[in-house]
């Protein structure tokens, strides 16, 4: 009796919250960071705009070399180096002259399965 008394004046002290709401504080930060991380990755996917990707790079040496970048309809040509970045050229985009080169033989069953469009394990 004086066991169960002494636990009702302890749980039911002035200013200490009770663990259901410290367990229901941590369940609502939890969700928040699981809500804003989910809208952080639909917007590093892309959520509209322009389409930019990086369509070929050749390496001159170390930590240099030429890009070819596609923002949305236009194609940049960029040297690129330590010091430096430069535009070399800017033309409009044209699907059958920046169209990325075939993989050689030897890769292609292997690049397939890279991307996750090896036809042979679909059924």
Request: proline content about 8%; charged content about 20%; aromatic content about 10%.
């Given at each position: 009796?004086?066991?169960a008394?002494?636990i009702?004046?302890?749980?039911?002290?002035?200013?200490?919250?009770?663990?259901?709401?410290?367990?229901?504080a941590?369940?609502?930060?939890?969700?928040?960071?699981?809500v804003?991380?989910?809208?952080?990755g639909?917007?590093?996917?892309?959520?509209?705009?322009?389409?930019?990707?990086?369509?070929?790079?050749h390496?001159l040496?170390p930590r240099?070399?030429?890009?070819?970048?596609?923002?949305?309809?236009?194609?940049?040509?960029?040297?690129?180096s330590?010091?430096?970045m430069?535009?070399?050229?800017?033309?409009?985009?044209?699907?059958?002259?920046?169209?990325?080169?075939?993989?050689?033989?030897?890769?292609?069953?292997?690049?397939?399965?890279?991307?996750?469009?090896?036809?042979?394990?679909?059924g």
């Open positions: 009796m004086i066991a008394r002494f009702l004046a302890t749980a039911a002290q002035p200013g200490a919250p009770s663990w259901w709401k410290l367990i229901g941590f369940l609502i930060v939890f969700a928040l960071l699981i804003f991380l989910k809208l952080l639909r917007m590093q996917r892309g959520g509209g705009g322009t389409e930019a990707s990086l369509l070929r790079i390496a040496g240099r070399s030429v890009e070819v970048l596609r923002c949305g309809e236009t194609v940049y040509t960029l040297y690129r330590d010091q430096a430069v535009l070399l050229s800017q033309e409009p985009f044209d699907p059958r002259r920046h169209a990325p080169p075939p993989p050689s033989p030897a890769l292609a069953g292997w690049l397939d399965r890279l991307r996750g469009t090896d036809r042979r394990h679909r």
